[in-house]
């Protein structure tokens, strides 16, 4: 049994992050089980926006959620037909404040996450974690 817990990096728009939190889940990669699986209950996870909707080249650039994983289970859903993504409960803590790119920009290890961005699920460093959600706390900084 694993007893240190892990933080996790998510890469989503802003508008299926906020369904995700809205219904207490998150979904990885378009939907493929194997980052979900990585993660554990007890585990955090943030979700980074480039875009403000999937569909849109609207920018976001910033931390716009951040859980904890609460289920044990890796379970799909059906989305619409044929489309059935892997997904796991998270508990969303509301309210945050987002955490622009120009503030990640100056935090210790950021540069280091950045290039791995694309792929959707990255494993980030505590002392980063924590800079991050210190900041997202209403009167953070």
């Not at 694993?2 to 992050?17: C, E, F, N, P, Q």
């Not at 979904?27 to 926006?49: E, T």
């Not at 037909?81 to 998270?90: A, H, K, L, S």
Request: net charge positive; aromatic share 12%; hydrophobic share 35%.
């Amino acid at each position: 049994m694993r007893i240190t817990m892990k933080y996790w990096l998510g890469v989503a728009s802003k508008d299926h992050v906020a369904r995700g939190v809205a219904e207490g889940f998150c979904q990885l990669c378009h939907g493929k089980k194997a980052p979900l699986q990585r993660m554990q209950r007890g585990d955090y996870i943030l979700y980074y926006s480039p875009k403000q909707e999937f569909a849109s080249k609207q920018p976001c650039q910033a931390i716009t959620a951040c859980g904890v994983v609460v289920g044990d289970e890796v379970y799909q859903h059906e989305m619409f037909p044929g489309f059935i993504p892997y997904r796991r409960d998270i508990e969303w803590q509301t309210p945050v404040r987002e955490v622009p790119l120009d503030v990640l920009r100056t935090l210790p290890g950021w540069h280091e996450v950045a290039p791995k961005l694309r792929f959707g699920h990255v494993e980030l460093p505590p002392e980063l974690f924590q800079a991050i959600r210190e900041y997202m706390r209403p009167g953070g900084e």
